[in-house]
């Protein structure tokens, strides 16, 4: 069997290739993030991910199927989890099978139960509590809150509940003692939520106010089980967490984190690590912007545009790599931008896996889990997974 030094798995948040079997249990029957993103302008063009396969994988206007590709092997995945937000997919791809998916507040914002609780024991008037934008409910709110150092909370089509405040009203350590509180009280069934998020802003006005990227913090909540991370660590292999990859996994299992907060500095991080260090393990990199940016936003032209950018950087990482380095490009769930609300979607996401070291490159069957990701790292480094782990190797490319 052959073995590989290192693999960088680059998620591109919310980028899936078209409707699970499942799609009409969570009403997203229809939904295709790739296909609908390229037909927004006509058709893409991402030579690098055509030349690895992407366009067998469904019918992509603008995206030829390229039969010979003995460098990659394309495919797709299926969710085995319950649910489609970010953590459920990125903790599947590491060997855990959430079988109740994580609340969301979409549709109704937080009961009046919790925001009742949220004041009495943050001390600060509560305002918002419905799904927004955190640019937009600055605008709306951000000057109601500087005045009465009130605390603006709101949520998203994910499972998270975000405060915001700013930086020098309410300040940053009151911010954060605030979202410590909320990630306890979020802690119980049935508020329960992935992430509480610290929103901080600046500014003096709605015109000019500006959230602070830099002074964000995620309350997140640890894997429910064993993930390959945790086995790669113990073990002694390098886990590089790259853009939100430690706030997903809350810290467990990584070696060392570098936050990010836009695609091209993700990529920039990955080409870095490429380049310049030498270890065994793996390079786990969210690139978050997809999601953020244009899914959630419903901006298939933006959507589409972001792709072919990340075509260009792939282009660039390849061109780096050594015999034992794997490339494995996929997605968490989709975000369909033309799909009806702003939720993401549920959906089959694609794997391409590039090598200089493969020969035989294919297309390969549409596999039952993420979990097969980590499942074949594991494999590569003669590592067992533990019994509580789903997924299984794919042995294909080790030939």
């Known amino acids: 069997m052959k073995r590989f030094k290192r693999f960088f798995v680059i998620v591109a948040d919310s980028a899936g290739v078209g409707e699970e ?25 991402v030579p690098h991910m055509e030349k690895m396969g992407i366009g ?21 995945l299926r969710e085995k989890s319950n649910g489609k937000d970010t953590m459920t997919g990125h ?38 509590n419905y799904s927004a934008s955190g640019t937009e409910i600055l605008k709306e709110l951000g000057e109601e809150q500087m005045r009465d150092n009130s605390l603006i909370v709101y949520t998203s089509s994910d499972s998270v509940l975000q405060i915001a405040a700013h930086e020098e009203v309410t300040g940053l350590e009151e911010l954060y003692r605030c979202c410590e509180i909320a990630r306890e009280l979020c802690m119980k069934p049935e508020y329960f939520v992935g992430r509480v998020i610290a929103r901080p802003y600046v500014g003096d006005n709605k015109d000019n106010f500006k959230r602070v990227g830099a002074h964000r913090h995620d309350y997140t909540i ?33 070696s060392k984190t570098i936050h990010t907060a836009t695609n091209e500095e993700g990529m920039d991080e990955a080409i870095r690590q490429l380049k310049d260090e030498d270890y065994e393990g793996i390079c786990f990199v969210n690139l978050v912007e997809f999601d953020s940016e244009y899914g959630h936003r419903r901006n298939a032209p933006g959507y589409a545009r972001c792709l072919e950018a990340l075509d260009k950087r792939i282009g660039e990482f390849v061109s780096s790599m050594k ?63 533990d019994e509580s782990m789903i997924g299984n190797p794919i042995e294909e490319i080790f030939e």
Request: net charge negative.
């Open 222 to 254: 640890s894997p429910s089980g064993v993930t390959a991370l945790d086995i790669l660590k113990d073990n002694g292999f390098m886990v590089s967490a790259v853009g939100k990859i430690n706030d997903i996994f809350n810290g467990v299992g990584i």
């Open 323 to 385: 015999e034992g380095d794997v490339l494995m490009i996929t997605a968490d769930h989709g975000n369909d931008p033309i799909f009806h609300g702003t939720d993401h979607t549920r959906e089959k996401v694609p794997l391409l896996i590039y090598s200089p070291g493969f020969s035989k490159g294919r297309m390969l069957e549409e596999r039952d889990s993420f979990a097969d990701i980590g499942a074949t790292i594991l494999h590569n480094f003669s590592l067992k997974k």
């Open 91 to 128: 903790w599947e791809m590491m060997g855990i099978n959430t079988r109740k998916p994580f609340q969301t507040f979409t549709d109704t914002g937080f009961p009046k139960e919790l925001i009742d609780l949220l004041e009495e024991k943050t001390g600060h008037k509560i305002i918002g």
């Open 21 to 45: 079997p499942d799609a009409a249990l969570y009403n997203d029957v229809g939904s295709n993030t790739w296909a609908h993103a390229a037909e927004s302008i006509g058709g893409l063009f």
């Open 56 to 76: 067998e994988l469904d019918d992509i206007m603008g995206v030829k199927p390229v039969s010979e590709h003995p460098k990659a092997y394309s495919l797709r």
